[in-house]
C-alpha cells in the first residue's frame, strides 16, 4: 500500500516568518502534487512536481521533489496570513488507475 | 480545468434518513471521484464513479452504503443511507481530465450533519 506521511500535521506561526512542510513516503511516485484548502471548499492545486530533484517556484512558495521521486517538500518564505490553510501533498496510486492518494494534511495558521 | 458544482452544499439530516448529493461538471470527464473528509483533516477515497457501469469501492466502503450513479461523463450522485452521526463528515467530488491526467479539480464539498 502507497502511503504519504506528511509532516508537521499543525504549525501555528507569525506573519514574516519562514516554514517547511514535508511528504514523505517509501514508494516511488510518477509525480507528486501540492493543494491548499480553504475552510468551505475543495481543495485547490498549487504544483505538480514529476522530475526527481525538480524545484519549482510559486511567488514566495518552493516546491521541491526528492531524487529517488519518494518525498517532496513546501517551503513558504514570509508566511503573510492569507497563507492559512490547509496543505495536502498527493500523488497517484499505482496501477493507473487515476486514484489519487492523499498525506494526511498540514493545518497552517499564520498570525498578524 | 473543470468546474464543479456541488449540491446541497451542507445539509442537517435525522439519523436512519438518507441523502443523496449532486456534482454536476462543466465539461465531459474521464474520472470521478468521491471522497470523506472530516474537518480539518485529509481526504478518504469512498469509491471511483464508472460511467455505464458500478462503482468502484475502497476498502471499508459498500455500495448498500454508498451508491452512487454516473449516468453520462458530466454528472455522479452519492446517497449516504441510512445515515448515522458517525456519517457526519464533508463529502467532495473530485474530477480528473485528460486521457493522461495529473491535475485533479473538487467541487466545493457537502457538509453533512446527522442528528
Known amino acids: 500500500t502507497q502511503l504519504l506521511e506528511q509532516s508537521p500535521q499543525f504549525l501555528s506561526i507569525q506573519e514574516g516568518e519562514n516554514l517547511t512542510v514535508y511528504c514523505n513516503s517509501s514508494s516511488v511516485f510518477s509525480s507528486l502534487q501540492w493543494y491548499r484548502q480553504e475552510p468551505g471548499e475543495g481543495p485547490v492545486l498549487l504544483v505538480t512536481v514529476v522530475t526527481g530533484g525538480e524545484v519549482k517556484k510559486l511567488k514566495r512558495l518552493t516546491f521541491q521533489f526528492g531524487d529517488a521521486r519518494k518525498d517532496s517538500s513546501l517551503h513558504i518564505t514570509a508566511a503573510q496570513p492569507g497563507d492559512t490553510g490547509l496543505y495536502l501533498c498527493?500523488?497517484?496510486?499505482?496501477?493507473?488507475?487515476?486514484?489519487?492518494?492523499f498525506g494526511q494534511g498540514t493545518t497552517l495558521q499564520v498570525k498578524p | 480545468s473543470a468546474v464543479i458544482s456541488q449540491k446541497p452544499s451542507r445539509d442537517i439530516c435525522q439519523r436512519g434518513t438518507s441523502l443523496t448529493i449532486q456534482c454536476q461538471v462543466d465539461s465531459q470527464v474521464t474520472m470521478m471521484f468521491w471522497y470523506r473528509q472530516q474537518p480539518g483533516q485529509s481526504l478518504t477515497l469512498i469509491a471511483t464513479a464508472n460511467q455505464g457501469s458500478e462503482a468502484t469501492y475502497e476498502s471499508g466502503f459498500v455500495i448498500d452504503k454508498f451508491p452512487i450513479s454516473r449516468p453520462n461523463l458530466t454528472f455522479s450522485t452519492l446517497t449516504v443511507s441510512n445515515m448515522s452521526p458517525e456519517d457526519s463528515s464533508i463529502y467532495l467530488c473530485?474530477?480528473?481530465?485528460?486521457?493522461?491526467?495529473?491535475?485533479?479539480?473538487f467541487g466545493q464539498g457537502t457538509r453533512l450533519t446527522v442528528v
Open positions: 473530485s474530477v480528473g481530465t485528460g486521457v493522461v491526467w495529473t491535475e485533479a479539480f
Open positions: 498527493a500523488g497517484h496510486g499505482s496501477g493507473n488507475t487515476g486514484k489519487l492518494i
